[in-house]
């Protein structure tokens, strides 16, 4: 099993959708977790921490369901230029440096 | 802030040759990271240092791999010989002590290809 997991998409959607994409992690004592944006043939770019209470930032809306294991994100009222790759990133508890990336789900938004 | 500055951005060698990567990592931050991303494996670490000195080097794929880090502004990642399996973009990424909470900053990486 692999240690972050992401549908890989892609999601299609019109603009000022909402669109959510979920994301599981497999080590429980997981500590910190994040999401990144990558653009196409651009570095990964952080996006938001997500925090135990759930955080929002403008139109993003990030969760963490401990219980379940997984990370959410929430993009409201979609723009075409959030037309990107998102990566589900988790730090390992025993290594308080190294992060975990995800493979990314592929986010399209069309006029 | 210049960010993490990497060199070249595109490389393109033959099966067999010595490829260098370079990196320079924010001004100020003592950690730094080498990732490889590939479209099967996604992004991999592959070393990370932390005040010059290599603390986890278990990602590095073999031996044809190495690294150093002289000084808190420089880093190489360096392949030899390079084999076409080893096409694929190397980030680099610097962050303050390894903190995670604010998550790293890449640089533009390098897109190698070995034909």
Redesign the interface.
């Known amino acids: 099993r692999k240690e972050v997991e992401q549908d890989p998409g892609p999601f299609n959607v019109p603009e000022g959708a909402t669109v959510a994409f979920n994301c599981t992690y497999s080590n429980s004592a997981s500590q910190?977790f994040?999401w990144?944006r990558q653009d196409c043939?651009?570095?990964?770019?952080?996006l938001m921490?997500v925090y135990s209470s759930g955080n929002e930032d403008g139109r993003f809306t990030a969760q963490l369901n401990r219980a379940s294991q997984y990370i959410s994100l929430l993009i409201r009222d979609s723009k075409l230029s959030d037309s990107a790759t998102y990566?589900c990133?988790v730090?390992l508890s025993n290594?308080?440096?190294?992060?975990i990336?995800?493979?990314?789900t592929r986010l399209l938004v069309r006029p | 802030d210049a960010g993490v500055i990497q060199s070249p951005r595109h490389e393109v060698t033959e099966m067999g040759q010595e490829v260098t990567l370079r990196c320079k990592p924010i001004s100020g931050h003592n950690s730094l990271f080498w990732y490889r991303q590939t479209m099967m494996r996604g992004l991999e670490l592959l070393i990370y240092f932390n005040n010059n000195v290599p603390i986890d080097d278990s990602g590095m794929p073999e031996d044809r791999f190495s690294a150093k880090m002289p000084n808190a502004s420089f880093s190489t990642l360096k392949i030899q010989p390079s084999e076409p399996r080893d096409s694929a973009v190397y980030f680099c990424a610097s962050s303050h002590s390894g903190q995670t909470v604010y998550g790293y900053t890449f640089g533009s990486g390098t897109r190698l290809t070995v034909v």
Do not use: A
Not at chain 1, 101 to 104: A, E, I, L, P, R
């Open positions: 910190s994040f990144y043939r651009k570095e990964p770019k952080l921490s990566l990133v730090n290594s308080s440096y190294k992060l990336f995800g493979s990314g």
